[in-house]
């Protein structure tokens, strides 16, 4: 069982940053993908990356095209995802997930945190 527990979100203006962290409990995290999703109003949710190890990570390009940075600390059983140059769209709940051998499907992912709110004013 992993328990996760997302931080980070709040109010940032357009063109700010937020790093959001996912602080996972258990001690198989370093064996676990690790993705972000997110979901606004109306919405099915999004893939927004993932992550297994340094060298084995996805992003959705069409949507965070270069501006989210997706990083892990398996010492810290921790996961991050750096936010630059956000924008209205961005805004959502955005949960983070875990897996093993997961990838762009929520479907692939056997545990969810309880999210946390990003909004961006325009």
């Known amino acids: 069982q992993v328990q996760l527990v997302e931080s980070g979100g709040g109010l940032v203006q357009a063109g700010g940053s937020l790093r959001l962290s996912c602080a996972a409990s258990?001690?198989?995290?370093?064996?676990?993908?690790m993705g972000w999703f997110r979901q606004s109003p109306g919405k099915e949710r999004e893939f927004v990356a993932f992550?297994?190890?340094?060298?084995?990570?996805?992003y959705n390009t069409d949507s965070v095209k270069g501006r989210f940075t997706i990083s892990r600390d398996n010492a810290k059983s921790t996961v991050y995802l750096q936010m630059n140059t956000l924008n209205p769209e961005d805004t959502a709940i955005y949960y983070c997930?875990?897996?093993?051998?997961?990838?762009?499907?929520?479907?692939?992912?056997?545990?969810w945190g309880q999210g946390t709110q990003v909004t961006v004013s325009s």
């Open positions: 258990g001690r198989t995290f370093s064996t676990y993908t």
């Open positions: 997930a875990a897996g093993p051998g997961a990838g762009r499907s929520s479907h692939e992912y056997l545990y």
């Open positions: 992550i297994f190890r340094s060298d084995i990570f996805a």
